[in-house]
Structures are given as C-alpha cells and as structure tokens.
C-alpha cells in the first residue's frame, strides 16, 4: 500500500461527458503528479501541483483540468469524453527526495 | 528535455537465470533514475532510485541498478529470476526541478517480464 488513494476505481461513461477522479496523497506529501496511462501513448504525464499551487504541465488536454484543495487532496476533471480518452489515469505523490508513490490508479472507459 | 529508451518491450527468462532490463536516458541535467514495477491491474511500486553517491544501487525483491554516467544507463539486474517477478517494469527519470517543488518522472516504453519454470 502506497498511502496514495484514489476514487473510483473504475468508471464507465460516454463520449461527451465529463467525470471527475479524486485523488489523497500521502500524508505529508505537498506534491501531486497526475499520469495517463494508455496502450498507444504508454505513461504520461499530464500536471503537477504543489501545495495547492500548479508547478508544471505535461501534454494536458485542454479538456482536462486539475486542482489541489487546502487539504491537499486534488481532483482531475475530464471533459468532453472522447473515445481516446479511455485510459488508467494515475494520482502520485511525493516530497524530497524525489521519488513517487503511486496510487491503483482510475480505469476510465469512455463508450 | 529529458527521455528514456528500454530496449526490448519484451524479455523473457527461465526461473532461476539472470534478469537484465536495459534502460538508457537522456537529460540535460543531473538525472534522478527510478525503476517502477507494475503487476497486472495494480499501480507502480517503486524498485529503486538513484539520485546521488554511490552509483550501485539497491532496491527491493533483490533487483539492483548501475548508473553509468558515461554510457548514459540504468540496467536493471537480478541474479536469479522468480516465477513473482513477472510484471511490467518502467525506467523513468525526474525532471529535477530543485528547492522544495519535485520534477516529473519521464518514463521509457516499459519492458514486460515473463518467466519460464
């Protein structure tokens, strides 16, 4: 167990809507990182947020948007749902140091 | 910009044979390397990282790492391979964006791990 959670496991929506994955980072952690991993692109990273501030992004759609809460937890919001968003969207944290703990991750199939 | 190559997207060995996953990179600056392993429908699990002093390193499930500056790599090794260690494996290295704000990882394709018995 990272110490990573993320909800929900799996979801399952269709083309043009949009969904919400929420990820907690390890306790202590102030850096979120958000993957997409995806059978054609491998892993990917989308943006980075450090204490509630966004630090970097990666190829992030414009569909898609992120935020960190004072808590420290963050929510990646997809929009729009294409077919070719359909991937395992992972949630990491970390701190100094530099390594990343993982969470299980959010299958999201878009139908 | 930073990159990773694994080469060999598939590796297979025999139980007990020695287990070698190559990764080379690139990066402009200084590189912090990891190993990630991935079982089937799980997340990434750190193996090891290197980010400075000694360039053996060591990680868990008895796999270690080099880093050769000079060849610009980061195999992955274990002596004797397990039925268990049969996953995906992903080198990656960290954008190093210094102070207290931490870099994203870079991963290479990944290389999947069969073992025979």
């Known amino acids: 167990d990272s110490g990573v959670t993320q909800t929900p496991k799996h979801l399952i929506t269709a083309t043009g809507q949009r969904v919400t994955l929420r990820c907690s980072p390890r306790s202590g952690d102030l850096s979120v990182y958000w993957y997409q991993q995806s059978l054609d692109q491998g892993l990917q990273f989308l943006i980075q947020?450090?204490?509630?501030?966004?630090?970097a992004k990666g190829n992030i759609l414009e569909r898609f948007s992120a935020q960190q809460f004072p808590d420290l937890h963050s929510e990646l919001n997809l929009s729009s749902l294409e077919l070719g968003d359909s991937a395992l969207y992972f949630c990491?944290?970390?701190?100094?140091?530099?390594?990343?703990?993982f969470g299980p991750g959010t299958r999201l199939t878009v139908l | 910009a930073q990159s990773v190559t694994q080469l060999g997207s598939h590796v297979s060995v025999s139980e007990g044979a020695l287990v070698l996953l190559r990764c080379n990179y690139s990066?402009?600056?200084?590189?912090?390397l990891f190993w990630y392993v991935q079982y089937p429908n799980q997340g990434l699990q750190l193996l090891l990282k290197?980010?400075?002093?000694?360039?053996l390193v060591k990680g868990i499930n008895g796999f270690e790492a080099e880093f050769k500056k000079s060849e610009t790599s980061f195999h992955l090794t274990k002596p004797s391979a397990h039925m268990s260690d049969a996953a995906e494996y992903f080198c990656a290295v960290s954008d190093d964006a210094g102070g207290t704000s931490y870099g994203k990882l870079t991963f290479g394709q990944g290389t999947i791990l069969t073992v025979h018995p």
């Open positions: 290197y980010t400075t002093g000694a360039t």
């Open positions: 990066s402009s600056v200084p590189p912090y």
């Open positions: 990491a944290s970390g701190r100094r140091g530099h390594e990343q703990f």
């Open positions: 947020y450090y204490n509630g501030e966004e630090r």
